[in-house]
């Protein structure tokens, strides 16, 4: 995939609430992915550590969802701060872009990481926006654009 440069009359195509979607989709499916690496890690280190008294660990719900949360908003903040994609917005050709396309912040990443976990419904608000603004891009001043022009 090749860049796509906006030029001064010329603006990248916002994506819309099914590229968006499935997108989030594959975001959430590497999440539970690498909560469950963890959780595998987890056993692993407890076998090594007294395998006579081995027990899978129990955890509680505070806790795996505190889990959760943390690694849901660190794996959103760190891809849309290090290049703007995370792995559903590759596979859609999807990149978060701040105000004047630039790459985000890891200040407003995070900020908008936070805001997208707690609110995921948020996401609903680009079926009926204009401009396809999701709240969090409302809230943030960011847009989620093609990476690619389609071929018109």
Request: aromatic content about 8%.
């Amino acid at each position: 995939m090749t860049g796509f440069a906006p030029g001064p009359d010329d603006e990248p195509r916002r994506a819309g609430i099914v590229s968006r979607g499935v997108a989030a989709v594959v975001d959430l499916a590497v999440v539970l992915v690498v909560i469950g690496m963890l959780y595998v890690g987890l056993v692993l280190t407890s076998l090594a550590l007294n395998p006579s008294a081995f027990r899978f660990p129990a955890v509680g719900v505070l806790f795996s969802s505190t889990v959760t949360f943390g690694v849901a908003v660190l794996y959103l903040a760190g891809c849309w701060a290090v290049s703007g994609c995370t792995a559903g917005a590759v596979i859609m050709g999807l990149r978060v872009v701040g105000r004047r396309a630039e790459r985000m912040s890891v200040v407003s990443a995070l900020l908008r990481a936070i805001a997208c976990v707690v609110l995921p419904i948020g996401l609903a608000w680009v079926a009926v926006d204009s401009r396809r603004r999701s709240i969090q891009d409302l809230a943030f001043g960011t847009r989620v654009v093609y990476v690619t022009r389609a071929a018109e």
